[in-house]
């Protein structure tokens, strides 16, 4: 894929969001087959966001990736999200306007890509091992970028009211507008999923009912979109709710109500789990039900998720109460605890 060439010209061309970084001491990151990095997004305008990693089978824990691999280079403020493209993981940051872009299998910083003229890029999704797409909070879009080149592809494809989570399948681009809740539930489109073609971004479907939405997430092998909405505080039954679409036909496949439904991950043939307020739940397209596969403990703020399905784990980012630094929670399948990690501040996100 010729990657690595391209990334290194990325580098020479897009270090302004960031500072220079001085040559790789030696004290390089050891990355091992099972361990996990942690996207830990900081205080907002404190510019403290970290990458972290840690390794299950040792319980060791790196807070902070760049300031051992890169000294002088950091991420910045404020770490929404995180992909990987190929060996590349491509980190969301919102106040600094960019994307990061840090070498997988070494933990090595490979340089920053400047965001469009004033957008604030929010939520990410993978389009191709070259292109990514990301929605825009602040005014209403989603972009287009060549992470190969580093280039801009699209600056601006309009969306509904605060734009949030993003997904493709391939053949269409979903985008979550979510109206910020009460903030600006009254807009025209707010609390709806926007339905692009992927060939050409034009808009072709508009799916309503779904007030203060937050995730989208394909299940491609069944074409299901999966999506969960938080609902408003404003209104007497707050609860949320997860609901799964026939991408082929547009038809409700499912609908479950559920307290502050949050990171949604697919993790089998018409079956997902999400992290919502008593904690991990899995749903199946054709139950009616639900099931609780790791209960929240009653302790600090569970942040993130992620499921390990090679290893048969399921990863809790727990945010603690946001001042202090978060701990990721290893649980069994079965919803046993495994391990704990102590990482950097707000961790969210979470991959291999």
Not at 192 to 211: A, H
Request: hydrophobic share 40%.
């Amino acid at each position: 894929m010729r990657i690595r060439a391209v990334l290194a010209i990325v580098v020479i061309l897009c270090v302004r969001c960031v500072p220079t970084p001085v040559a790789p001491t030696d004290a390089a990151l050891d990355v091992v087959p099972d361990g996990v990095y942690v996207l830990c997004e900081g205080l907002w305008r404190q510019n403290n966001s970290v990458l972290s990693y840690v390794v299950p089978a040792t319980g060791a824990a790196v807070r902070d990736v760049l300031a051992r691999t890169t000294p002088g280079a950091t991420l910045g403020d404020t770490g929404n999200d995180m992909v990987a493209v190929g060996d590349t993981l491509v980190i969301v940051m919102n106040a600094t306007r960019s994307l990061q872009l840090v070498r997988r299998s070494s933990g090595r910083w490979l340089g920053s890509i400047p965001m469009p003229l004033g957008k604030e890029p929010y939520r990410i999704c993978v389009v191709s091992d070259s292109t990514v797409l990301v929605t825009n909070l602040n005014d209403d879009s989603m972009t287009e970028i060549d992470v190969r080149r580093g280039t801009v592809r699209v600056a601006t494809v309009p969306t509904g009211p605060a734009p949030e989570g993003i997904a493709t399948d391939g053949v269409v681009v979903a985008v979550a507008n979510s109206g910020l809740g009460d903030l600006r539930h009254a807009e025209d489109n707010a609390g709806t999923v926007y339905v692009y073609q992927r060939s050409d971004l034009q808009q072709i479907r508009t799916l309503r009912g779904l007030p203060n939405v937050g995730s989208v997430t394909f299940d491609r092998s069944r074409r299901i979109l999966w999506v969960t909405y938080r609902n408003r505080v404003s209104l007497t039954d707050s609860l949320g709710g997860v609901v799964a679409y026939d991408a082929r036909t547009w038809a409700t496949a499912g609908h479950w109500r559920v307290a502050s439904p949050g990171r949604v991950q697919v993790t089998g043939s018409g079956q997902v789990h999400v992290l919502c307020a008593d904690g991990v739940r899995q749903y199946s397209v054709g139950d009616t039900a639900s099931t609780v596969v790791v209960p929240w403990h009653g302790v600090g703020v569970w942040y993130g998720m992620w499921v390990d399905q090679e290893q048969g784990s399921i990863y809790i980012a727990n945010a603690g109460q946001f001042v202090t630094d978060g701990i990721v929670e290893m649980y069994g399948m079965a919803g046993d605890l495994r391990g704990r990690f102590s990482v950097g501040l707000n961790p969210s996100v979470m991959l291999r």
